[in-house]
């Protein structure tokens, strides 16, 4: 019992606000006791990234679709069919987030927000890091202090077009 | 000229939202002609922290404040009484943001938020990564696609207390 | 496969705000395997506008809706009682916008905005570009640094009466 | 004194959001009676980009000051001290949009943002159309249903990375 | 066909913000094929007040349920038992509206209410123009240069009361 | 002194957010104990229109402003330079507004909008009522009843286009 | 027929905010064809906390459910498990009201809001008027002019304490 | 010292938002050691309009000005002045109140907001209670439980016109 | 009857937005008629913190639902699939609280954030107080003047590190 | 200098949303190095009442002020004047905070407000805790586990009326 506890599961109060495939997709997963590692390993993807694919927030690409349909135990059809089209990103909760731990990432870019800018731009000149030509991934230390969570994002860097 | 470029500068119109020290600071910042780096390097701290001091929203330790009127030529008497008292956090800028470089950051908390906490919780338990126990800094790397800018997040992981 | 995810497809958790026809036509656009270049030539209209016509923000005409119900394979009085009556326009998505590449969009108007109206205006005078008296279409270029996505707003202008 | 009237002044109500730069500019740009089209064409950047520069939204190079200075009859010291940094963007006007020109623009967002992607999804694949690596401009159509204004936006296709 | 376009229908996202008598309203009037210009006359009043009885703003009187009964081939009983109470008002749409036709009315208020109220106050004194005892009507009128809505409103002039 | 109470004024604390001329045209007003009605006569427009002008929301021709500044007794040099350029409009005041009289206008919109579309939408087709192809007056009819304030919109019927 | 009008019922499209106890109450009402006046006599309570108990913003004691059962013809024990716990205030509809009647209370609040404070602060010291431990009535006046609803607010002045 | 505690001023903070007269009159009322009550006793008007007044939500009549100047001690002539024109109503304080005496009126239209109206309706039928034919009154209360605050509030009844 | 009084329940209309859990432990919770008190004495933890298990804001331990289920009569494999997974926490409510008794301590918040930051920063520094390493508990209290509400919070003082 | 950063300033920005008072208190106790500890003991006040009195949130009695000018050596009629009239609470900072500190409280309400209410129900019956008839304090503990900030909530019991 004391494992089930380590499986993220989906809130069945926030289904409705997600696509089909991520009701199907945690209900597997936990039926199947697994976890975002294990799966991101049979996908060859990261952890984020899969959580995320869950969620409705990425693509799945068909190499993806089988793989987790083995993985998961679910049909290929199904899969396939409820994963066809492209995300319908941003609508996994509300913004500013209520959740305590979405709220602390939330919270860097308001107390850092300016602090990045300037820091990039000096770094990189006028332009922005890429969302979208983009990866992350959340790895854990461990240090005579406790535990660490470190997120690291990686962002293509784009300048403003002159124009 | 084109160097005068590569220092960030505070835009007029967002001074009256911010302490009076981020005025001093940017001002002789700019005088100076000093990127964060180097003020960063002078102080021994991140170049986000020490931005996030110029913004109002980190605190100048005695070191500091002495480290700062020596390289931006101020005195440090006028230092240590700007900088008095401690940070009100939160101020530099509205959220959501309307900066597109800022906007990058919130839209991946939006996007990847759930993602992030099914994936932590999966790997620490029921907590938070603390945003107040935490540090981050920012890096450029360079690859045949073009530069890309890595931001580090880590904080510490705090459990929620049984009680 | 590979196929199916060419097609854009409705997300099951936004049916509920669009009116019936949509959830009938995105249905049978997957079952055909049509994209909307397809249907937009049967229909002799701009894929943006049968895009939109399938979200229920255009209206069909009479031939419209024989064409739609030849190419979709659908019954004509079906979709003649589902498209019946006028457009309630806006209910797409929310606004701000949190689709990342809708929101693309609605930066432009907000970093561009005050730019596009101080160049109408010395243009044409005091008044507006119609978003009604419209048309918008977006094509795709392709040159040695990737893929370029253009999209052209056309709409007539409209001076302020004087009374 | 008509032609006063085809020069877009600022609005002394909007002065305290915009950069200091955005009042010397349009003062200078009024006392010589210059269009957003005379300048453009001194600086070899579009009108659009051009106003943009004049609201804070953004950047001048060193070049583009230059012949601001010149054909605005400025000091090239002031307009690089003005202008350095860079540009906060987003700050122009309040979102959604009160001002009607620049609402219509909203609107083609609200009312289609949907069907862009959807078209756009289709003709790209899954990623978004770069607001950054981008570029726009206005053009003046005429014809015997009266004039029509045609806005032209062109952004670089970002596919989501796969991670 | 081509009538049918003619007939303003409910659009079926929006019926759970209504109150039941207007799906049952509506349904009927698409089926008996009428106009609200056709319910109007048989009613006695004017178009708008109809429309709005039907989106549930406005009240039905014994003599209306018995004239819309007849009209609509619907059984009294059942309209006296969904149109019993008062209206809810306020609930048709969201405000500021999302739809372009009913935006226009929005904006007009925008633009013109403080000269609505400074033309009002000079006439009238201080006091406001009721929207409860009020009517208000639509009309049509054609001239060379196209169509023109002409809506009227009408309301009693009530002066604050002096205390 | 009764007099002066028929005499819009503008208030103090909205001064900040209007264009300048505003605060130049009512002073100019008050002094010279003018009402709209007397001013509109001579410059041949409709009260709301000149109402409209001096709150910045709508513009002056070159006529307008030699009759403003005759009747006003203020240089036309002065009023030239103030009312140059083009309306940034939508900024008299707040939406929702909280101004009693201006909210009625808004309540008329909020209960009445959805009867306005269906019954426009059934006369006209699919469109809008223009609001910039528009204009407006204000009347006042007194019966047995009281005094009735009468507004009238009137605007350019737009369908829109089919593309 | 007439009769039914003066009974206010539930607007079907607000039962879901509400508790389920709403919904019982007032259909059983309406079956009954009871006024609020009429149940409040039954009660012992004044009409407006009866109206409250039914949209679920007031407690019913032991006694209001034994006679709110017989007057309703409901089964107590329905009763008791629908009323069982304790309201969850504050839902019945949404602020700012939409709603015309419910507006103008609120209007009265923010019209003279700082005016009560002012003439109560000089009346009680520093402190407020309790909406807790208060009471509300509802009373109907008729002059020659007409109709005057009268709203009676009464609650415990508390005084803020020193600490 | 103790006396004028009783006395309620204008907070510094908020004078930016209210009519220059605000300021004048609080000014005088604090010089004058003078409460709401004495003036409202000088003017025949209740303490409610007299603070309204004061915070410019009410308008003064001609006489209203010349009682003003004689018991504050200012000058007719600037009070005339300050006060010409119409109240520019509802802009006292923010809503939802952040006051606590005045966030609890608030909360009265919350929670009662919906009772009130269904008492209403049943009393009255379709319709409004004015809040412009409208005058209210503060009255203190005392019992052996303390001190009761009594608002009442009277508007005159508006049924909704038929149309 | 009287006790179940006592015994807090769960509105049903708030059971959507709660995971599915909430419904199964507040049924049987109420069947059995028992208090928070006397559950958290069986866990061995505070009352708050179980009835924030109720709403889904906290997490149970296998032993909780060992307990929960013993006490409150349910199959422990029920629970143990319903509690599975991480709390999706802050969902029990909107913000700003419109429930009269949350609201009041959202008032505590506003009225003395500011005051709390001040004294919490001279005490301990620059830091939070943690709501995560955290507890809470209620107490009664009780003397001449009536009851008392105790609410005490406990959390882990967090300096912001140095970076 | 240490010292220095053990006392809490007034944040430059946030003068203007507080009362004149604030700044002059503020600047006193810097200029004396005063702690709200040092302060309270003067006043025989809690430290949290003192800080909100600072920030303009709580009413200094006369015996106060005569404490408040000793200590930091100010002038009794300058503190009169100051702190003359009744405060204007709830205006210190924006809701939802954007102070992390002060948002730590806050998400405190978002997560626990239901589960309070449930076991404050359950305890105490239909009521509220009062915040007016309330004080709070704040203590420092010390374990082998760090710091612990203690803050006590403590309120009046204010039953709901029945009526």
Redesign the interface.
Known sequence: ??E???????????V?????SSKTLFEAK?AQGL???AIAEALG?????V??L??????A??ED?IALSKILKLQERVL?EQL??????????P????????????????????????????????????????????E??TDD???????????????????
């Open positions: 019992m004391a089930t506890k380590n499986i993220a599961v989906l809130d069945s109060s926030i409705d606000r997600l696509p089909i936990a976890t975002f590692e993807r990261s952890e984020v990234a959580a995320a869950f969620y409705g927030q990425a693509q690409s068909p679709i396939t066809a089209g492209f995300p319908d990103r941003g609508r996994a909760g913004m500013p987030p209520i959740e305590p731990l979405i709220y602390r990432l939330y919270e860097i870019v308001q107390n850092y927000g300016y602090a990045y800018k300037a820091v990039l731009n000096e770094k990189f000149g006028d332009g922005i890091m890429s969302a979208i030509s983009f990866s992350t991934k959340v854990k230390e202090k406790g535990d660490w969570a470190v997120i690291t994002l990686r962002g293509k860097w784009l300048p403003f077009s002159r124009f």
